[in-house]
């Protein structure tokens, strides 16, 4: 991965649907020779084109972090669980004393409490919720193609 | 709250933001105009923003951290300003636990981590720092990538 490549990469990054031109324009580099690396990215690095969404101006004002620590033989059904429920974003799998990162957006605190709930009932030993209260930066990492030298 | 088109659009591009707008087109049964103006109303109130996720991993960036960072109020802004200016930094959140943030780095290797971590621990004074590698990603951005999501 040269210069090049991370300067196209960070203009994908920033945003999805930004037109070879302005790429094209911004690295100097010919149009057809940034279609023939996208086509590559696309295959290889590229894991996800999306939309972020400021979820709290469409009504689902509680956006939590939650740290689950569970035992071994409990891990997939709470894994199943996760990956099934709808209010569930984005999971990971952690260590240092958790095993799930989960992050999870709700309209009320009803809702969080119902997640709450199944959550112990599948058998967590261990759970910390944190509530966003503000999201500061989101995806920014190579997202800015002035800078990937510095990277 | 958002109408039916809106809602559409929204869940058809968390899915795939590359696709093409006539594909959206054809699959929500809206017209393309309808869409494009819908999109940019979304885009001006910054209700959503198009990002492409990608593989660090496989651009030569293997070590991806979550730290829960704590310290004192009257420190909360000098960290703050600390975290936004580092170039490793994916997402910070503030969230409501007496002044903490979530924040997710992506680094080369190890000895980066390391150097992150010693900037930050001169930084400012922290009351709590724990560190979390990401081992696995379940899933990622899944939420309103279904009409039900909006139910």
């Known amino acids: 991965m040269n210069t090049d490549d991370l300067k196209i990469i960070a203009h994908l990054r920033q945003d999805s649907r930004r037109n070879l031109t302005r790429i094209s324009k911004h690295t100097m580099m010919p149009v057809s020779t940034i279609f023939d690396r996208m086509k590559k990215y696309n295959k290889d690095i ?106 | 709250m958002l109408n039916g088109k809106e809602k559409g659009l929204i869940v058809a591009l968390r899915r795939q933001d590359s696709q093409n707008i006539m594909n959206v087109s054809k699959t929500q049964e809206i017209p393309k105009s309808t869409l494009y103006d819908i999109m940019h109303k979304l885009q001006k109130t910054d209700i959503l923003r198009h990002i492409t996720k990608i593989s660090f991993e496989k651009i030569g960036f293997p070590i991806k951290i979550f730290f829960v960072i704590r310290t004192e109020i009257q420190n909360r802004e000098k960290l703050k300003q600390f975290l936004i200016t580092q170039k490793n930094v994916n997402n910070i959140h503030l969230v409501n636990n007496q002044s903490s943030f979530h924040v997710e780095c992506i680094f080369k290797n190890q000895k980066e981590a390391e150097e992150f971590l010693e900037d930050l621990e001169e930084q400012t004074p922290l009351t709590q720092l724990s560190v979390y590698n990401l081992l696995d990603t379940i899933q990622e951005e899944k939420f309103l990538t279904q009409e039900t999501h909006f139910e």
């Open chain 1, 46 to 151: 590229i894991t996800k084109s999306t939309i972020l969404v400021d979820f709290k101006k469409l009504g689902y004002d509680i956006k939590v972090n939650i740290l689950v620590k569970i035992c071994q033989e409990k891990r997939d059904p709470l894994k199943n669980f996760l990956e099934s429920c709808l209010s569930v974003n984005s999971v990971y799998r952690i260590n240092n004393g958790f095993d799930y990162f989960i992050e999870a957006i709700f309209k009320d605190m009803m809702q969080l409490e119902q997640f709450n709930d199944k959550i112990d009932a599948l058998g967590a030993e261990l759970k910390q919720v944190h509530y966003i209260l503000e999201e500061i930066k989101r995806e920014e990492f190579i997202s800015e193609p002035d800078l990937v030298d510095m990277i």
